[in-house]
């Protein structure tokens, strides 16, 4: 007798427990089809609810794509997160996952379709997001933002149409100030050059986030100045790792030079006129030092870099 009410009582508990936690889980999201519209978190900006699990599939007319530019974003970071999948979501289809404070740049799929899901936990908000989204023809690149500080002219991104950057005064472009639109294949269309940023014209060296960039040494292409001392880490996201492909490459040999962590060997050490051999990290990190002496002057180095996804990866 007793046994049997224990079991009832622990059965109850159970049920109790199994709808709370019911409860808590928040839906929302639904399937979108147009030419453009907009995607708001809900509540947004006063807020997403907390055990949000929301999922927008937009689906595009064959063989166009899909742009996505954020207006808003601010999710508690670390914890609640936008994943975008270049398709229907599905682990294999994950393209990255979003958190925190900074406006991502625009996200452009490689498809017909392309979804976005926002997960929350279950304690602290934040406003939320919200993103503008587009149907790019085949022919057209989408519009490729602009970096933070920066400025862009041009307003056509379709195959062909070349658009211009520069940066706010105080700052100078790293990467190269102009993009043209080319034809990849029969039906995808790309920027020929990864989007510039804009750093502070008497920094050197930072933390680089993102698939693509270029490193530079400060000035490049004109001459570095003396007694450098600049650290570049470039992170990219878990499971990714990063090339770096250097273009130029111009230093006082022994005494100016650059070393490099996070590949193998796991210190590598540059100077010197010849352009070394492309560099692929270990993990989803590298970090850059450049350090001159007291005199001689050099054109120093550029080198571009990219994000490789794996896509074997399960980040779940
Ligand atoms: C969609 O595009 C049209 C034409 O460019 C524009 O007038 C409209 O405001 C856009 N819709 C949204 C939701 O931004
Ligand atoms: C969110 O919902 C989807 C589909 O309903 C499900 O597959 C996924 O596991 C859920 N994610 C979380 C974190 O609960």
Wanted: glycine share 10%.
């Amino acid at each position: 007798m007793g046994i049997k009410s224990g079991f009832t009582f622990w059965n109850l508990v159970f049920l109790l427990t199994v709808s709370c936690v019911k409860g808590f889980i928040y839906t929302c999201g639904g399937t979108l089809k147009g030419l453009n519209g907009t995607i708001e978190s809900p509540g947004f900006p006063y807020g997403y609810p907390n055990g949000a699990n929301c999922t927008w599939v937009i689906i595009a007319e064959e063989r166009n794509r899909i742009q996505i530019v954020f207006q808003s974003f601010a999710l508690e970071e670390e914890y609640d997160y936008l994943s975008l999948y270049d398709g229907h979501p599905h682990p294999t289809n994950f393209r990255t996952r979003l958190t925190g404070f900074h406006l991502p740049p625009p996200v452009t799929s490689t498809k017909s379709v392309f979804s976005l899901r926002l997960t929350s936990d279950f304690a602290v908000s934040a406003h939320g997001f919200k993103v503008y989204y587009e149907e790019l023809q085949s022919s057209s690149c989408g519009n490729p933002g602009v970096p933070p500080k920066g400025v862009l002219y041009g307003t056509r991104f379709d195959v062909g149409d070349k658009i211009r950057y520069s940066c706010v005064t105080g700052y100078i472009l790293d990467g190269h100030p102009q993009l043209t639109c080319i034809a990849n294949s029969v039906n995808t269309a790309s920027w020929d050059f990864p989007v510039p940023i804009c750093r502070a014209e008497d920094a050197c060296g930072g933390t680089m986030r993102g698939s693509s960039g270029i490193i530079s040494s400060p000035s490049f292409p004109n001459e570095y100045h003396n007694n450098a001392d600049c650290t570049w880490t470039i992170v990219a996201e878990p499971g990714d790792t990063i090339s770096l492909i250097f273009t130029d490459f111009q230093m006082e040999e022994k005494y100016d030079y650059l070393e490099i962590e996070g590949s193998e060997p796991p210190t590598i050490w540059l100077s010197g006129m010849n352009i070394p051999p492309p560099i692929i990290s270990n993990k989803n990190w590298l970090r850059l030092h450049f350090v001159t002496d007291s005199n001689h002057r050099y054109r120093g180095f550029s080198a571009p870099y990219q994000g490789m996804f794996n896509e074997f990866l399960c980040l779940f």
